[in-house]
């Protein structure tokens, strides 16, 4: 069992091999490693600071300094915000005050995470600091919305661009945490590529329901008097938009079953999604994402759910009837 839910994963990454050319060319002053995924990020942090201080060079995780790292009791790694809530100004004059404090190593690493959570006082007081920091220091910030953050901060950092894994690498993944084939299945063609957010997925059963759940309603809307049957089940449901996320899937899935079996995210069910795609054009196919994106917008204008979800599935079958299969 490795110390890091994603060590291998992590470790096979380009953003990895990134740090680890600057690593041997000499680590530049400041790095803001780019990922929607925080809890990626946190596992990416530890990997970093473990191949810097590893006894055997190699981000072991098990010699005593990688044991200190992940133990978050290493003298020269510091976290900020690591539980990822806000920065003031107050943090970063706590972090730059301790920054000065000569290091046993030779070396302090710096995290702070979800940088973009600081305020722009906070920001700025960070700046001059990137720049030049003291001999010694590096400092990596994580950040999940770019647009946070001060155009100034960002041309004093070396961005890393964390990877979004392709679905085989994060069903894999998955498997590997002992997940079943089903749910290591949905939570891959779910993920969009985040490991946390696949291993979150694969943890709760919801997803998978919501997949038997969108497969039904697909396989009994059959002309617009079955809408009445389906509309209401469909508005309650606690979590619309997940279950539009699900449904995008699925009508991918449809749109390319035919031509390329191996590429359709919904391993766990390709007979259904064979079945499904029968009824429908690939030109009707290709038409209800641009529904679905509808959908969210009546619902993110509170327009009611089911007026919503009569319109989403009235259109998905009025699409159908005007681009009939040939
Ligand atoms: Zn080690």
Request: proline letters at 3%; aromatic letters at 6%; glycine letters at 4%.
């Amino acid at each position: 069992m490795s110390a890091l839910t994603f060590e291998s994963v992590l470790k096979g990454s380009a953003a990895y091999k990134f740090f680890l050319s600057d690593l041997r060319s000499g680590l530049g002053h400041a790095y803001a490693v780019m990922t929607g995924d925080d809890d990626v990020a946190d596992e990416f942090f530890n990997l970093i600071a473990a191949t810097v201080y590893c006894q055997n060079g190699s981000a072991c995780m098990t010699c005593a300094e990688c044991r200190k790292v992940l133990h978050s009791n290493h003298p020269d790694v510091f976290h900020v915000n690591a539980a990822r809530d806000k920065i003031k100004v107050d943090d970063v004059n706590k972090m730059l005050s301790s920054m000065y404090i000569k290091s046993l190593s030779g070396r302090k690493l710096y995290f702070i995470h979800r940088a973009d959570m600081m305020n722009v006082q906070a920001q700025n007081k960070l700046l001059k600091t990137l720049e030049e920091p003291p001999a010694g220091v590096t400092i990596f910030l994580g950040v999940a919305n770019e647009s946070a953050m001060l155009d100034t901060i960002k041309s004093r950092v070396r961005a890393i661009h964390m990877d979004l894994f392709d679905e085989e690498t994060v069903y894999l993944a998955m498997l590997s945490r002992g997940y079943g084939e089903e749910k290591s299945a949905v939570a891959a063609a779910c993920s969009e590529g985040k490991l946390g957010k696949a291993d979150k997925i694969a943890a709760s059963s919801q997803y998978t329901a919501l997949y038997a759940f969108a497969i039904d309603v697909l396989q009994r809307l059959g002309r617009s008097s079955d809408i009445v049957r389906l509309d209401a089940g469909v508005a309650a449901q606690e979590n619309i938009s997940e279950f539009l996320d699900v449904l995008s899937i699925i009508i991918r899935d449809m749109l390319v079953v035919k031509s390329s079996p191996d590429m359709i995210l919904s391993k766990h069910i390709p007979s259904d999604i064979a079945a499904l795609a029968e009824r429908y054009s690939p030109l009707a196919l290709s038409e209800i994402p641009r529904i679905i994106g509808d959908t969210r917008r009546q619902l993110s204008l509170n327009v009611p759910a089911l007026s919503a979800i009569d319109n989403l599935l009235f259109s998905i079958l009025e699409v159908r009837h005007r681009c009939p299969k040939s």
